[in-house]
């Protein structure tokens, strides 16, 4: 867990990111001045992140119930214990958000301040081809384990490449007019390399994502099984909010839009915007319009700082 200090904490309850399984988290504090990290930190909270780090053959084994049970509300109670706040906000991005509801609908009593998803998908009725192949079992997670039992790196960049085969094509024709801009094309590189930088998925929690959350579309029909025991976002209570990007052809909208009515929390809404899967995150648009409005929303759920304990 990455803790970002800062002299200027002025906000609480501290914020706790949870970020994805496949890929690694530097996307969200990627260079000074384009980060999310910053942005929020800068804005007075006290940040920190779960990194899952590089899965090897132990990580395999884990499911989904051990990040949803043990490790995030395990990462809730340090930061607490670090901060000496009671209660904590936590932010999941991508399959992190999905790791987030469930930590979050497994245990009511969590101590969350509120609760934000970003680019989360819930519903796999109509998530793409690659995934409709996974469903009627065309595609079968066994076949592509490689000797640690975990789904390698260049498996999950060829999923993500054939979900917009053009998109490489799209980012290059686009580049050229630019060429001109060293900043422009300094940000490629970056987000280029990370887009590539893939990490194993932990094979029984990919087993389990295609089983229950899209063959079975659990959440949707209320049907999560975790430990053995039913799981319903609609025990989720506290604050919620929903970011969905309308151009998202990884987690689309249609998949990450049911959340808002799953979640059974009173005080909820929806942040719709116009960007894609990155774009949430990443650039001019989410530094004037994406992070300032998740960090409104944040904000009015929060307390200034002397009145934390």
């Known amino acids: 867990m990455w803790r970002y200090r800062s002299e200027s904490v002025s906000q609480a309850p501290p914020l706790l990111i949870v970020y994805s399984l496949v ?19 800068d804005d007075g909270f006290d940040v920190f992140m779960v990194d899952w780090g590089i899965p090897t053959e132990r990580d395999s084994r884990n499911g989904l119930e051990d990040y949803a049970e043990r ?13 000496g706040s009671p209660d904590v906000a936590l932010v999941g991005y991508c399959f992190g958000g999905l790791l987030s509801l469930m930590a979050a609908a497994a245990d009511p009593d969590l101590p969350l301040a509120s ?5 989360t998908p819930v519903d796999f009725t109509d998530a793409g081809v690659l995934t409709e192949a996974l469903k009627r079992g065309d595609l079968k997670v066994d076949e592509v384990l490689d000797e640690d039992r975990n789904i390698p790196p260049h498996v999950l960049l060829q999923y993500f490449r054939l979900m917009k085969p053009t998109a490489e094509l799209a ?19 970056l987000l280029t390399g990370w887009a590539t930088d893939h990490v194993p998925f932990p094979g029984r929690a990919a087993t389990q994502t295609v089983d229950m959350l899209m063959r079975e579309n659990a959440l949707m029909a209320d049907t999560l099984l975790l430990s053995g025991r039913p799981v319903s976002l609609s025990a989720i209570r506290v604050p919620y909010l929903n970011v969905v ?3 998202d052809h990884i987690v689309v909208p249609q998949s990450a839009r049911p959340a808002l009515d799953l979640v059974g929390s ?19 648009k989410a530094h004037k319009v994406t992070i300032p409005q ?3 929303f944040l ?3 929060s307390r200034p700082l002397q009145e934390s304990s």
């Open 23 to 41: 890929s690694k988290s530097y996307i969200l504090d990627l260079v000074p001045g384009n980060s999310f990290v910053e942005h929020l930190r």
């Open 294 to 296: 998740i960090s409104e």
């Open 245 to 247: 990007a309308t151009r």
């Open 115 to 119: 609760l934000t998803t970003i680019a």
């Open 171 to 189: 980012q290059y024709a686009g580049l050229i007019d630019k060429l001109w801009d060293d900043d422009i094309v300094n940000a490629h590189q």
């Open 299 to 301: 904000r009015q759920r």
């Open 71 to 83: 490790y995030i509300p395990a990462a809730v109670d340090r930061v607490c214990e670090l901060t």
């Open 266 to 284: 009173p005080d909820k809404q929806e942040l719709l915007l116009e960007a894609g899967h990155i774009g949430l995150a990443v650039g001019r």
